[in-house]
């Protein structure tokens, strides 16, 4: 794969001359591969926006923030307790509490050699105190406190600039605003902030024999549960999704929907259309109108799946079966999408390793993605499949808290062997 990565190779050059590459193979890509292909060609969004912090949730920055202010911007105590100088308990130890000092509400007055403040936390940190004790290790009457034990010099102070200084880059341009990183922007004074504008995302269904949830179903229909589930995992990365229905297996119905999403989304993502059936022409359009990179994975489920381009459109055509579409969402265009995005991440989805508690049957030669159940039994962690693992038993992803990742090479395996599982929450 190296050698891929190390030679300037365009996409166009690969469409229409795969052999240009040794390791190219677009009828088997192997996972790892494909992903680092994509990545290649994709190009992160740059438009930007300004919004307000309220609204700026799950949003992409844009910029390099950098802090205005010192935070905090003073001195202040940690804690509730009393401050004094240090040097005042060389020769003493009783203390005059000479005012209280509350959050907000400095003193403007000298605390001298012998005299201590009570203060509360965030108080400000008036002239003469080098030290804060808690109040409960001290004994305080008659407006005078006794130590019961000594603190250290600076002890239960924050200093000005203690989190945050002045002009520090606090969060990377690439940063995904979370609500900690909200708090953070918050802390700044800072009311609005620069992200990168949503990726719009155009999807729909393919398929003759794929009719919508709501109306009455024959003998040889499925209702349309893609849509359901792609449009979901969409949202849950809050692009701007572009929703263009269910499309009948029509050639120049299919072509007309394409061209029209190319002119108005970022990225195009259907299910459907993309098997070797006769009907099946979503590679045979993608190619008239522009380049496709690769059109099967070696991988279980998902290996009917293409990735290509319309003019600057990515698309990513997943396979119809509803195991086999959310598989190869989560295992190649969600990342995808966040670099599209303008997400700097690291892709690399974690990996644990526990023991599977039955056997499990495979032959080398493709990755696959079984279904699992992650479980404690004794206090140790241990997996099981959902059962049944075929691409069209949605029920397997509903029960399931894992994928059991086998890689290509691995055989059979058997009750009590560690294997590698990702979790579920690793794609939210």
Same mark, same amino acid.
């Given at each position: ?214 109306? /009455? ?68 359009? &993608? ?49 995808? &999408? ?23 049957? /495979? ?66």
């Amino acid at each position: 794969m190296a050698s891929i990565m190390s030679k300037k190779i365009t996409l166009k050059d690969l469409s229409n001359e795969p052999g240009c590459l040794a390791e190219y193979d677009p009828n088997a890509m192997q996972i790892e591969s494909a992903k680092k292909l994509i990545s290649s060609f994709i190009k992160p969004i740059k438009d930007t926006e300004s919004v307000s912090l309220m609204d700026s949730l799950n949003r992409v920055l844009a910029v390099d923030l950098v802090s205005p202010i010192n935070v905090p911007n003073y001195d202040n105590s940690a804690m509730d307790g009393f401050g004094f100088n240090i040097s005042s308990l060389k020769n003493k130890k009783k203390l005059t509490v000479k005012e209280t000092v509350l959050a907000g509400k400095p003193s403007t007055n000298l605390v001298k050699s012998g005299e201590a403040i009570q203060i509360m936390t965030g108080g400000k940190i008036p002239k003469g105190v080098d030290t804060v004790i808690p109040i409960e290790l001290v004994k305080h009457a008659n407006n005078e406190i006794t130590f019961i034990e000594k603190p250290k010099f600076g002890a239960n102070i924050r200093k000005c600039g203690e989190d945050i200084k002045q002009r520090d880059i606090v969060l990377s341009k690439g940063t995904l605003l979370y609500p900690s990183e909200l708090g953070l922007i918050a802390s700044l004074g800072l009311a609005k902030v620069k992200v990168f504008k949503k990726l719009k995302v155009g999807f729909f269904s393919t398929g003759d024999e794929v009719v919508k949830a709501g109306e /009455k179903i024959k003998s040889g229909q499925v209702y349309n549960s893609n849509h359901f589930t792609i449009h979901s995992m969409l949202n849950r990365l809050n692009v701007e999704c572009i929703d263009l229905g269910l499309i009948p297996d029509s050639k120049i119905i299919i072509k007309n929907t394409l061209l029209k999403a190319s002119k108005v989304a970022d990225v195009i993502v259907t299910t459907g259309g993309v098997s070797v059936g006769e009907a099946d022409y979503m590679k045979e359009v &993608l190619k008239e109108i522009g380049q496709v990179l690769f059109w099967k994975l070696s991988i279980k489920p998902g290996r009917p799946m293409a990735y290509g381009k319309i003019n600057t459109t990515d698309f990513f055509g997943l396979p119809g079966n509803p195991v086999s579409a959310m598989v190869t969402f989560y295992q190649i265009v969600q990342n995808a &999408l966040k670099n599209r995005m303008g997400l700097k991440i690291d892709d690399t989805i974690p990996l644990l390793k526990v023991e599977c508690v039955e056997s499990i049957f /495979k032959r080398p030669g493709r990755t696959e993605f079984q279904r699992g159940i992650l479980f404690q039994s004794n206090g140790v962690w241990k997996v099981k499949t959902t059962g049944q693992q075929g691409s069209g038993i949605l029920s397997s992803m509903s029960k399931a808290n894992c994928f059991i990742v086998l890689n290509m090479d691995r055989g059979a395996i058997k009750a009590g062997e560690i294997v590698d599982i990702q979790l579920m929450d690793s794609f939210i």
